[in-house]
């Protein structure tokens, strides 16, 4: 009996260690650093921005270890299902399509998003007015698709790119006369550099649903309720606590969470 009680407790101890040691393992997060001011690279080759210092807070609110992974938007969400990374925090916005594929946590932030376009350029209706023109976008963004199913059969030519940046030079040498994407990001990233000066803002607002969602979410993989409910608690917990609104003020001047 002895000896039974004796491998007993010898098992409890192993499963206990083995418990212990997986809540010790970082939390392996997939990044794109090339879309400020959300994520970009300092001179010295760190990540900085918004979700880099949100996915940090988030990782000491939920105790553990944030381990940065960094990868090309669209080799994200393939990358998070052969279990190279754990989650996904990258300005993903979480729509029906991606729901598909991955899980998400509740939102984390959500701005609008617009075109940008030579200043002065006036867009009464966009779908006739950017006819034949050419609108740079992200490979696999909800912007690439909204480009897709609703500009290019009105005769936009839609050029997707890896990276937004790479949409910013080719719209600065003449060889696009348009992007769509984030408002903030192409404020921050292009409109306030020297790079943007004589572009601006055109046309509406766009706010569809259906191809931008609900607002910018962390995915995980399909299946990992435990882990999403566990960033989504953490999400209202540094919102409760402070630590949110402390990340925001230093990227942003309004509430960028949204409704």
Same mark, same amino acid.
């Given at each position: 009996m002895k000896k039974i009680a004796l491998l007993? $407790?010898?098992?409890?101890?192993? +499963?206990?260690?083995?418990?212990? $040691?997986?809540?010790?393992?970082? +939390?392996?997060i997939g990044i794109e650093a090339a879309y400020p001011p959300f994520a970009s690279k300092t001179p010295d080759g760190?990540?900085?921005?918004?979700?880099?210092?949100?996915g940090n807070a988030l990782c000491e609110e939920m105790k553990v270890k944030c381990q940065w992974i960094e990868q090309e938007f669209d080799g994200l969400i393939p990358a998070l299902k052969v279990r190279k990374i754990d989650a996904i925090l990258s300005s993903m916005t979480i729509t029906e399509e991606r729901k598909k594929s991955v899980d998400f946590s509740s939102k984390y932030y959500q701005t609008p998003v617009k075109l940008a376009m030579k200043a002065g350029t006036v867009l009464n209706d966009p779908l006739v007015d950017l006819k034949g023109k050419k609108v740079g976008v992200q490979r696999g963004s909800t912007y690439d698709r909204f480009a897709t199913e609703v500009f290019a059969p009105a005769g936009v030519e839609v050029v997707r790119y890896s990276s937004q940046n790479e949409v910013f030079l080719d719209l600065?040498?003449?060889?696009?006369d348009a992007t769509l994407a984030d408002a903030v990001n192409i404020d921050d990233g292009f409109l306030k550099t020297d790079a943007g000066k004589g572009f601006a803002f055109a046309g509406p607002a766009y706010t569809d649903v259906k191809y931008f969602g609900e607002g910018a979410g962390i995915a995980v993989r399909k299946g990992d309720k435990a882990l999403a409910d566990k960033i989504t608690t953490a999400i209202a917990a540094i919102r409760a606590n402070g630590k949110y609104k402390e990340v925001q003020d230093k990227y942003f001047k309004f509430d960028v969470y949204g409704e």
């Amino acid at each position: 009996m002895k000896k039974i009680a004796l491998l007993g $407790a010898l098992a409890l101890s192993v +499963l206990s260690s083995l418990a212990i $040691a997986d809540d010790a393992k970082p +939390l392996r997060i997939g990044i794109e650093a090339a879309y400020p001011p959300f994520a970009s690279k300092t001179p010295d080759g760190a990540i900085t921005g918004f979700d880099y210092d949100i996915g940090n807070a988030l990782c000491e609110e939920m105790k553990v270890k944030c381990q940065w992974i960094e990868q090309e938007f669209d080799g994200l969400i393939p990358a998070l299902k052969v279990r190279k990374i754990d989650a996904i925090l990258s300005s993903m916005t979480i729509t029906e399509e991606r729901k598909k594929s991955v899980d998400f946590s509740s939102k984390y932030y959500q701005t609008p998003v617009k075109l940008a376009m030579k200043a002065g350029t006036v867009l009464n209706d966009p779908l006739v007015d950017l006819k034949g023109k050419k609108v740079g976008v992200q490979r696999g963004s909800t912007y690439d698709r909204f480009a897709t199913e609703v500009f290019a059969p009105a005769g936009v030519e839609v050029v997707r790119y890896s990276s937004q940046n790479e949409v910013f030079l080719d719209l600065t040498s003449g060889r696009l006369d348009a992007t769509l994407a984030d408002a903030v990001n192409i404020d921050d990233g292009f409109l306030k550099t020297d790079a943007g000066k004589g572009f601006a803002f055109a046309g509406p607002a766009y706010t569809d649903v259906k191809y931008f969602g609900e607002g910018a979410g962390i995915a995980v993989r399909k299946g990992d309720k435990a882990l999403a409910d566990k960033i989504t608690t953490a999400i209202a917990a540094i919102r409760a606590n402070g630590k949110y609104k402390e990340v925001q003020d230093k990227y942003f001047k309004f509430d960028v969470y949204g409704e």
